[in-house]
């Protein structure tokens, strides 16, 4: 147990459609990261947020967009779904911007159709 | 864009067998991270190597961060069916993290 959470855990979305991500930081952690990883390869960066700021972003469309709230957890949004979207979708937290260990939460499974 | 390479890409042994990952990248990181994930679960941090040359041991795994901190390689000694799952390396550079391609191992009883 990592202490980060994550919900929902699967969720199923048709193209076109919006979805909301939601991350629960490991208590004293500021800074959250999302990454996206397609089956049986490594994640990819989508971007970070550090004390409610971004501080980071992966090569992702601005369709893909965050927030980051005053207790540190965290939200992913995606806008106008595509069928490549389907992916786990990954948070990890960190103690601050500068640390070097990150801790995962169990992921949300999302498959568009 | 910093590219982590792993090899090999699949891995599937005998129960008892050694075994070496290798992660490799022309860039620089001011440290590297070994996880092991398991399917429909996140990665789960095994270790971080944070100077160049540097050897960690974990039980029967053996991490080393290269001397110019552009590479490290993960070995495992007599492995058992619980070490099978996807084993990824992460560099950190600039406070973001860049993961490799990943490598599934399975380890046959």
């Known amino acids: 147990e990592t202490g980060v959470t994550q919900s929902p855990t699967h969720l199923i979305k048709t193209r076109g459609q919006q979805v909301t991500l939601r991350c629960s930081s490991q208590s004293g952690h500021n800074t959250v990261s999302w990454y996206q990883q397609a089956l049986g390869q490594g994640p990819q960066f989508i971007f970070q947020?550090?004390?409610?700021?971004?501080?980071g972003r992966g090569n992702f469309p601005p369709r893909f967009s965050g927030l980051q709230f005053p207790n540190y957890s965290s939200e992913l949004n995606v806008n106008a779904l595509e069928l490549d979207d389907s992916a786990l979708y990954l948070c990890a937290s960190r103690r601050e911007l500068s640390t070097d260990t990150q801790y995962f939460g169990p992921g949300t499974r999302l498959t568009v159709l | 864009t910093q590219l982590l390479e792993q090899s090999p890409q699949f891995l599937s042994i005998q129960e008892g067998e050694n075994l070496t990952v290798y992660c490799n990248s022309s860039?620089?990181?001011?440290?590297l991270q070994w996880y092991r994930q398991e399917p429909g679960e996140g990665p789960v941090l095994l270790v971080t190597v944070v100077t160049g040359g540097e050897v960690k041991k974990l039980k029967r795994l053996t991490f080393q961060f290269g001397d110019a901190r552009k590479d490290s390689s993960l070995h495992i000694t007599a492995a058992q069916p619980g070490d099978t799952g996807l084993y990824l390396c992460a560099g950190a550079s600039g406070n973001q993290f860049y993961f490799g391609t990943g490598t599934s191992l399975t380890v046959i009883p």
């Open positions: 860039s620089v990181f001011s440290s």
């Open positions: 947020y550090y004390r409610e700021e971004e501080n």
